[in-house]
C-alpha cells in the first residue's frame, strides 16, 4: 500500500507493538497475557509491516524465514518440560528461581514454556500468512 | 533374557546408519547375532531339562497389567532354539545367496527384527505382550515377503499374507483381553494353575473362536491356507525361514501354549481335528499336483502345519510328545529341503521339477542332503522323520472309540502324499542323467551347501539317538503342553506292532507312487479349473468388494465441498443433541439464575445482529468479511463484559488475523457468484437457527444445573501455591496442563508444515510447466 501515514505509522508500530508483546508474554503469569496471545500479538506487528512494506521486505528484515522459530519454540518448550527430569523430578515440576529478576519478574521453567509457545505462534502465524501471500503474488 | 529377546531389535536399527557398511563388508558378521543367541539358549538346556521353567520380570506399565514377563520352559526352549538355529544357517546362507544385492542391509534388517519377534513371541509369558510380537512377526513378515518390491506380483502377496494374518491377529486379540479380563490375570502360567475359571465360563466357546481365527490365520489352515503359497515369492532363504521354523508355526506355538490353559474341551478338539485334518489331507494332495519346487514345499508345509494342529487336538500326553517331535523333525528337514531348492534355483535358474534332473553329478553333497532330507520327510528307518511318523501313528492308534480308523486313515494319506511330495523336492532333482543344459552347473560356495547338508545330517543323528534328544528337549516341551505322568523314552525300534506295519505300508505306497506318477503340467492345470471355488478367489473378491466400498464412501462422503462436510456435522451435531435431549427426563430451565440484561449488552448486541444481517445479505466478499469479523469483535466485547479478559484479547488477535486471511485468500477467488438458490438459502437458513437453538437450549440447562466448583476451586487455591501464578488460565495452560498445550502447539506446528508444503509444492509445478 502507498499510504504514507501507513507507512510511517508502522515503522513506529513495529518496535512497539513488538515491545508490547513481549510485556503480555511476560506479564501472562500474574496478570491477562500469556505466550499465546503475546505470539499473535507480534505476529500482528509483522503482518502489519508487511502489508505496508510488502512481504519479501517483511522477510528482508526478519533475516530468518519465520518457519525457523517453529522448531526453536518447540525445543525451547519441550527442554522446560524435560528440564526437571535432570534433577530427578517428574516432567513438567515447575521450577523456580527464588528471587525475582528486576523488570522481568519471576524466572521459571513456566515462563521457558510460555516463550516457547509464543515463538511457535508467531513462527506458525507467520509461515501460513507469507505463504499465502506469496502464493498469490 | 530380556537383552536377548531385544538384540535383534536393536540390530535392526543399528543397520539404518550402519546399512552400507554391513551390506558392503560385514554381511557374514550379521550371522553373530543369531549364533550367539542359539548359544546362549543352549547354555538353558542343562536347566529346563531338570524340569524347572526360568522366569523372567520386568515391569514396563504395570498399572495395565503390561510387563515384560519371559517364561523360559521346555516349549519355549524348543522353539528358540530352532528360532536361533534355523535362524544361524539362514543368516549365513543369504549372506552368500544375495551377494551384492542392493538392498542386503535391509534384508538383515528385516530378519533380525523378524527373529527378535518371533523370540519375544515365544518367550512372552504375559498375553498382551505376546500378541505384541505376535503382530510384530505379522509386519516383519510383510516386509520379508514382498521383499523384492518392484514385483507387482510380489507385493500383493506380501499384502495378502498381511491382510490375512493381521485380521486374524486383531480377533487373536480381542479374545486375548477377554481370557485375560475373565481370569484376572494376563500371565498364561497363571492361567493355566486356574484353567476351569475360563473353561466352565459361558463365554468359553467365543474365547476359542477367536483364538482359533488368530492361529489358523497365522498357520495356514484351511480355509485361511492359500496366502502361504503366495508367500513363496520371496526369496528362497526368508521362504526356508519362515515356513519351516518360525512364522508359520507360531499359530502351531499358540495353540501348543494355550492347550493347558484352554484345551481339553470337546469343542477344543473337535475343532482342531476337523480343521487340522481338512488340511493336511487337503494341502499333502494338492503338493502332488505342483511342478514348482517351492509349490510343492509349501502345500507339504501346510499338510505339516495340518498334523500339528491335529496332533494337538488329540490332546492325549503321546500325541503332544508326538507333536514336539513332529516341530524339530518338520523344521529340520523342510528347512533343508527350501535351502537346497533355493540352491538348485540360484545355480540352474528354474525350480520347475518336470525339467530338473541329474544335479547329483555336478552337486554330489547337496544330492546327499537333498536325499537324507527327503528320507526323513518320508520317515525311513535311521532317521528322525521315523521317530516322528511312529509316534504319529501311536497317537491316532490310541485315540478313543471310532476316531481311531478315521484319525489313522487321514494321517497314513497325507503321509504317503508328503513321502511324494518330499521325494520330488529332495530326489527327483538329483536322480537319473544330467540334462545338457545343466552341463555347467557347479557346486556354489560352501556357506550355500553347508547349511542344508548340516540339518540333514542332525536329522538322521537326531534319527540315530532319539533317546537322547527326546530326553534333552522334547519331553521338556511336551511337559510344558501337559502333565506327563510316565515318559517313554523314544526308540528306534518298537518290535513288530501295527505301528511298524502302517509305517511300512506308507513307505510302500508312497514310493510306488513315485515310481509310476511323473509330475506334468497337465495335471497342474487341471487343478486349476477348480481355482474359482478355492478359498482364495472368494478372498480375492471379498478385497476387491471392501475398496469398491471404500470408493464409493470416499466419493459420497468426502466429496472435497467444504460447505457439505461443514453440513453434515452441523445437521448429525444437530441430531445427536436434540435426541439426547427428547430422550431427558424433562427440561428444567431456570430463568431466575440468568443475570438482568444492562444497556451495554444490548447495543452489542444490536451490532451483532446488524453485523450478521449484513454477512449474510453482501454481494460483496470483503463486506461479508468485515462483517463477520464485526460478529467476532462483538462476541469479544461480551467477554469483556463477563470478565474474561483473557479469553477477549485472544479473540480479539485471532479475529484479526483471521481477517487478513481471508482477504489475502479472496483474491484468488473468482469473481462473487451466487451458486445458492432461494431453496438452498432456507435450508441453510432453517438448519443454523435450529443449531443455534440448540446450543442455546444446552447453555441455559448448563445453568441450571447445580455448579461443581472441586476444579477451580483446586485451581483458583493451588495456582500460586504450586505453580506460582496469580493468573489461573495462564497458570492451567503452562502449568496444570501444559502437556495439552504442547500438543497444541506441535498441532499448530503441523498445520502451518501442512499449508506451506501444499503451496510450495503447488509452485514447482506450475513452474516446471
Redesign the interface.
Known sequence: MKSTILKTATSYLLPILLLFSVF?LLR??????????GG??A??AF?LHG?TYGTENTLKLMRYHP?VL?PA??AL??LS?FAPVLLGLPV?T?L?IDEPIPVIG?V?S?LF??L??YL??I???L???F??????E | MLIAVLAGLIVSILFIPFGKFFRQQAAIAVSLLPISLFLYFLSYIPVIRSGLPVSFHYPWVPSMGINLDFHLDGLALLFSLLITGIGSLVFLYASSYLKGHPYLDRFYAYLSLFMASMLGLVLSDNILLLFIFWELTSISSFFLIGFNNDDPVSRKSALIALAVTGGGGLLLMAGLILMGHLSGSYSIQEMADNAERLKNHALYGLILLLVFAGAFTKSAQFPFHFWLPGAMKAPTPISAYLHSATMVKAGVYLLARFSPVLGGSDYWQYTLLIVGGVTMLYSAFHSIFRTDLKGILAYSTIAALGILVFLIGIGTPESLVAASVFILVHALYKASLFLTTGIIDHETGTRDVTKLAGLRHVMLPLAIGGLLAALSSAGLPLTFGFIGKDLIYEATLHSPGILRFVLTAVAVLTNIFLLYAGFLAGIKPFAGSLPQQFKGVHLPHGLLWIPPVLLSLLGVLFGCFPAWIGEVLLHPAAQSMTRLTTVAPLKIWHGFNLVLLLSGVTLALGALLYWVRKPSEQRLSALTRFNALSPEQLFRRLYRSIIKLSVWYTNTMHNGYLRVYLLRIVVFAILLLAFRLLTADGIVIDLGTVSPVSIYELVVGAILVGGLYLSVTTSSRLTAVAATSVVGYCICLMFVFYSA??LA??QF??D??TV??FV??L??LPPFLNFANNSVKIRDGIIATLFGCIISLIGLLVLSEPIRTEVSNYYGDNAYV??????V???I???FR??D??FE??V??I???G??SL??L??RATEKE
Do not use: C
Request: net charge positive.
Open positions: 503480555i501472562g503469569h500474574y496478570h491477562p497475557g500469556g505466550g499465546f496471545v499473535l500479538i505476529s500482528i503482518v502489508f518457519a517453529i519454540g518447540l518448550a519441550t518440560m513438567m515447575g523456580w519471576m521459571g513456566a514454556f510460555d516457547g509457545v511457535v505462534v513462527g506458525v502465524v509461515t501460513i500468512l505463504t499465502i501471500t506469496q502464493y498469490n | 479478559p483473557d484479547m485472544t488477535t485471532i484479526t488475523l487478513v486471511l489475502l485468500v483474491f484468488r504450586l505453580a506460582k501464578g496469580k493468573n488460565v495462564n497458570v495452560l503452562v502449568d501444559g502437556f498445550t504442547m502447539i506441535v499448530l506446528s498445520a502451518a508444515i499449508v506451506y503451496l510450495k503447488r509452485l
